[in-house]
């Protein structure tokens, strides 16, 4: 008897293209029974966790789902053997192996049964390929098809529950949310898939409140509505909600429990998620991988190490879960030692360590494990490719490249990617010429590249000239623009029927932002929340800078306190607003906030909390956190810590302190540093160690004009005029200048420019009139 997670195991890996390692095991270990619907099919490709009867443990199916999601790597070679290896094969199994494009035909041809819906499957399954393996199937389709006879006659949508139930997932994926209504109500007949297609899309496109109305309405329920219902409250930020739904629920399976830990583990609720997590009757292995996982995103790697040593016989998914932890925060030590100890390795383990050295910089280590690698395929030669496109070693890549015996879209575009990356747009372009079968991620690469060498006529077009744009080619493009055509834009972007997501929201805030254009940037709010991205970590961060930036900081702080699910780039969103404005005890006091409530800090977290202390002149605070950035947190500091605690010497008057400091540090942070420490000798006319400085930066940055003024003005200030006329003869003979300061305000709704020395403004006479009303004032207050 053929077990329909068999079939499900098979078609996953050939629809999704996910790693199975864990679906295998699973489906290894489940007692489901044999369930041979079409249906159950495709509604679980297209949707997710199709309900089974109660005594087929519906929870299975949910399991696979939520465990799939964890994994991107797809291995259809391994679904052909997973089928040469079934003793018995149902329509089911065809049906799934149907879904592999360059063996369709041989496993197709051997089928007992076959109707107009698997010759419909057939033509989609090759559509979806590359058109290079369509052409040689075209006529063979249609001659094998014709055969069959005249197609017989065609029902209404509405009058077919399983077409129409296609047509309301299809109409959800698309956005067409109406569309999907429409069919919904003309349904004169409605099964429970129906009302779970209802659910399902309208969370998809966010609409929580009308999903929650038709799951009101629903007349039958069974265990994956509410789970749907359940995940879309959790993956919202609504955790309350979806603990009150759970403690609704009639009957609770492990998948049940397991959304519900996922819930609060996605939103990082981890202790909450733990409580949970031991109430639970009974666990599966997506259990332990959910709370392993949650463990690993809030970065508590202590935690998942113990829970993961308490689990008897973990998985290799499980294995892999904390393997990418370890790689994902630099502990490559112990992820060796993980490795080691492995008694199962799949191509993910590998690839996962390959990444890691390669993230590390270690290259050599990185091509030894890939040539010990038992077997390598293209996924394998991608991610020791990309290794190395990181480390800029784009020849080394190419040479990969080169050598790869077969290449699938996603190494052509790593290539692509790689070459934009390193400004060699012109190899990119050659590479998408060449490219036998382009996607959307390919024209975005190229896109990309034009915005990142600031052509934006030549991204202009090259962004009309695609076949098809989504999301990431709006966002590209609207990123590229710093004024008010990134506006245009997304104007154009809604015209045209696209929603924007949270990453063009937070790309047109940031520009707001930079604009110091707050009516556009409150336009913006209150368009998040009316389209429900109130909520959305991404989008309430970049609120919070807009509003810092523009200096409403008790709107910034506002906004912050209604952000129910906070993440790490929220708090640092925060505590960056108050370091920008000199609010060191408001950043310090959000700081200790931030780790009591279990979050870790980074560097950027580090890097304002030190700002905020060299504002503000508090040195002991500053260099604690300093120490404990490195002693607690394991984190190397970077060029701008070095810079903040130099700083902060300097400010606090230490400045031979600082000196010694600098020259202690990594020659490849000290440039930065040494202009840093310039700046404090201005400020305490230290002209000898000024000298000594200047000429450390000069011959490091000959060019620098800024550095020759500051050097200038020390001389000024002590009014050694020949050697400052020295410095400034020597610049214009070389032709250096120092940049122009520039800066601008919104004043009623128009942008208003200030530079420098600039006499042709329009309103200079009242600018100056004003200066010097205000110099009076601060003179007479003092």
């Known amino acids: 008897m053929v077990s329909p997670l068999a079939d499900v195991h098979l078609s996953l890996r050939i629809a999704h293209g996910h790693e199975m390692g864990t679906i295998q095991t699973l489906c290894d270990r489940s007692t489901v029974g044999r369930h041979e619907n079409f249906s159950l099919l495709h509604y679980f490709c297209c949707l997710g966790p199709p309900p089974l009867p109660p005594q087929q443990h519906a929870s299975a199916i949910f399991q696979l789902n939520t465990t799939i999601n964890e994994y991107r790597v797809g291995r259809v070679g391994t679904a052909r053997q997973v089928l040469d290896e ?26 007992p049964v076959r109707n107009y819906v698997w010759w419909v499957a057939l033509f989609t399954g090759y559509a979806r390929c590359d058109r290079n393996l369509l052409r040689p199937f075209r006529c063979l389709l249609l001659r094998r098809f014709c055969s069959l006879g005249p197609p017989p006659p065609q029902r209404h949508a509405a009058g077919d529950v399983f077409q129409s139930n296609t047509a309301i997932n299809e109409h959800f994926r698309a956005g067409r949310v109406a569309a999907a209504r429409r069919v919904f109500d003309e349904m004169s007949e409605r099964n429970v898939f129906t009302w779970n297609c209802m659910v399902s899309g309208l969370i998809r496109n966010r609409m929580l409140g009308e999903a929650r109305k038709v799951f009101d309405a629903m007349p039958v329920r069974n265990s994956v509505s509410w789970a749907a219902l359940l995940t879309g409250y959790a993956r919202c930020g609504r955790v309350a909600e979806a603990r009150e739904l759970f403690d609704r629920m009639p009957d609770r399976n492990v998948a049940s429990w397991n959304a519900m830990v996922s819930g609060y583990a996605r939103n990082g609720m981890v202790e909450r998620a733990r409580e949970l ?37 973990p998985p290799t998914s ?7 932890g370890y790689v994902e925060l630099g502990y490559m030590r112990a992820a060796e030692v993980l490795f080691g100890q492995m008694q199962t390795r799949n191509p993910v383990s590998w690839n996962v360590m390959i ?18 690698m038992p077997e390598k395929d293209v996924l394998s030669r991608t991610a020791i490719m990309r290794g190395y496109l990181q480390n800029g070693s784009v020849d080394a890549a190419w040479k990969v490249f080169q050598d790869m015996p077969h290449r699938d879209t996603v190494a052509w575009n790593t290539m692509m990617d790689g070459f934009v990356r390193n400004d060699r747009l012109d190899d990119a372009l050659k590479l998408f010429s060449e490219m036998p079968d382009r996607d959307q991620i390919s024209w975005n690469a190229i896109l990309q590249g034009y915005v990142q060498q600031g052509d934006m006529d030549s991204a202009n077009a090259w962004f009309r000239r695609a076949p098809n744009k989504d999301a990431i080619s709006w966002n590209t493009l609207i990123s590229g623009y710093k004024d008010e055509g990134a506006l245009s834009l997304l104007s154009e972007m809604i015209r045209g029927g696209l929603k924007p997501d949270q990453a063009t929201l937070s790309v047109v805030i940031s520009i707001c932002a930079s604009l110091v254009s707050l ?70 006091k959000v700081f200790d906030m931030m780790t009591k409530a279990g979050f870790r800090p980074d560097h950027a977290t580090f890097l304002s909390i030190l700002s905020a202390c060299a504002h503000k002149g508090y040195l002991y605070e500053g260099c604690y956190h300093f120490r404990i950035m490195q002693e607690d947190w394991n984190l190397v500091p970077r060029s701008d810590h070095y810079s903040c605690m130099v700083d902060l010497l300097g400010r606090s008057g230490f400045i031979h302190q600082a000196y010694d400091f600098t020259r202690r540090i990594p020659s490849d942070h000290r440039t930065t540093t040494w202009e840093t420490l310039f700046s404090a000798c201005n400020s305490h006319g230290e002209i000898q160690l000024g000298e000594l400085i200047a000429r450390n930066v000069l011959q490091a940055r000959p060019s620098d004009g800024g550095m020759y003024t500051l050097l200038s ?52 006479e009242q600018i100056c009139q004003e200066v010097d009303s205000i110099s009076v004032m601060i003179e007479e207050a003092t």
């Open 86 to 111: 079934m003793s018995e094969r149902s329509v089911f199994t065809w049906k799934c192996m149907d879904r592999m494009h360059a063996e369709a035909f041989k496993v197709f041809d051997p089928m």
């Open 713 to 764: 003005n020390i001389y000024a200030a002590k009014e050694m005029w020949s050697s400052a006329a020295s410095v400034r003869g020597f610049m214009k003979e070389r032709g250096l200048k120092k940049e122009t300061g520039c800066s601008w305000i919104e004043l009623k709704g128009e942008v208003v420019t200030f530079s420098s020395n600039d006499s042709n403004h329009p309103l200079i």
């Open 277 to 313: 997590f031991d109430m639970m009757p009974s666990r599966d292995d997506v259990s332990w991988l959910t709370m392993i996982s949650g463990y690993i995103k809030r970065k508590h790697v202590r935690e998942a190490r113990e829970l993961f040593d308490s689990m008897p016989s």
């Open 355 to 372: 990444t890691g050295y390669a993230r590390a910089g270690s290259m050599g280590i990185a091509q030894r494990l890939f040539d010990e």
């Open 519 to 588: 009516g556009c940037g409150k336009m913006v709010h209150l368009w998040a929340i009316k389209t429900g991205f109130e909520h959305d970590a991404l989008v309430m961060s970049s609120l919070i800078s807009m509003y810092s930036k523009c200096g409403l900081i008790s709107e910034a702080s506002q906004v912050f306190e209604r952000i129910l699910q906070r993440d790490t780039v929220t708090w640092n969103a925060m505590i960056a607003t108050y370091a920008y404005h000199g609010l060191a005890d408001e950043a310090l």
């Open 318 to 324: 499980v294995c892999n879960a904390l393997l990418s």
